[in-house]
T-cell receptor, first 114, second 113 residues
Framework: GDSVTQMEGPVTLSEEAFLTINCTYTATGYPSLFWYVQYPGEGLQLLLKATKADDKGSNKGFEATYRKETTSFHLEKGSVQVSDSAVYFC?????????????FGAGTRLAVHP | EPEVTQTPSHQVTQMGQEVILRCVPISNHLYFYWYRQILGQKVEFLVSFYNNEISEKSEIFDDQFSVERPDGSNFTLKIRSTKLEDSAMYFCASNRGAKAGYTFGSGTRLTVV
């Protein structure tokens, strides 16, 4: 079935370090891909999305490129801040707007230290 | 910015009891969802709701579960007879439809004892 696999956490970085969180997917069709972030005590917030191959989603310095050939959607940020500490979820959906169900990865906890 | 509101934030209930988790989606949204996350595990889809009926449900969403939009603003998830394994964080979400992202609530942590 359709699934999303993320690298296991926690990921611990120093402030201003480069971040990569790997995400790969298995899907029978051509899904849209998403990154959601969950800050402590809060709900899931959409961080960025891409709806077709080679699209790059970006927001708040984060970016991810939809790679159909490697079925990947890795999250990157050039210089992390302490405020980026959160859990990051990769997800897929078969609707461009995501109004069909989302299938989530297990989440990756990021801890950024000063 | 509009929010999806969930209440309560934390509920403790005894096994076998009924619980109702409440959500107020964003007012102009048309699609409503419940997801759950068992501690340390993935966020899992439970059910989607559109035009006053269930549009899709997962195998998790068995006869113990039901959803309702009783008054045009609230969206509820009822678990009729809770089990220990129902302990999880339950997230409500809504969106307007195609090309619109989800807005999630902050979740209700349900603990069944």
């Amino acid at each position: 079935g359709d699934s999303v696999t993320q690298m296991e956490g926690p990921v611990t970085l120093s402030e201003e370090a480069f971040l990569t969180i790997n995400c790969t997917y298995t899907a029978t069709g051509y899904p849209s891909l998403f990154w959601y972030v969950q800050y402590p005590g809060e709900g899931l917030q959409l961080l960025l999305k891409a709806t077709k191959a080679d699209d790059k989603g970006s927001n708040k310095g984060f970016e991810a490129t939809y790679r159909k050939e490697t079925t990947s959607f890795h999250l990157e940020k050039g210089s992390v801040q302490v405020s980026d500490s959160a859990v990051y979820f990769c997800a897929l959906s078969f609707s461009p707007g995501g109004y069909n169900k989302l299938i989530f990865g297990a989440g990756t906890r990021l801890a950024v230290h000063p | 910015e509009p929010e999806v509101t969930q209440t309560p934030s934390h509920q403790v209930t005894q096994m076998g009891q009924e619980v109702i988790l409440r959500c107020v989606p964003i007012s102009n949204h048309l699609y409503f969802y419940w997801y759950r996350q068992i501690l340390g595990q993935k966020v899992e889809f439970l059910v989607s709701f559109y035009n006053n009926e269930i549009s899709e449900k997962s195998e998790i969403f068995d006869d113990q579960f039901s959803v309702e939009r009783p008054d045009g603003s609230n969206f509820t998830l009822k678990i009729r007879s809770t089990k220990l394994e129902d302990s999880a964080m339950y997230f409500c979400a809504s969106n307007r439809g195609a090309k619109a992202g989800y807005t999630f609530g902050s979740g209700t942590r349900l603990t069944v004892v």
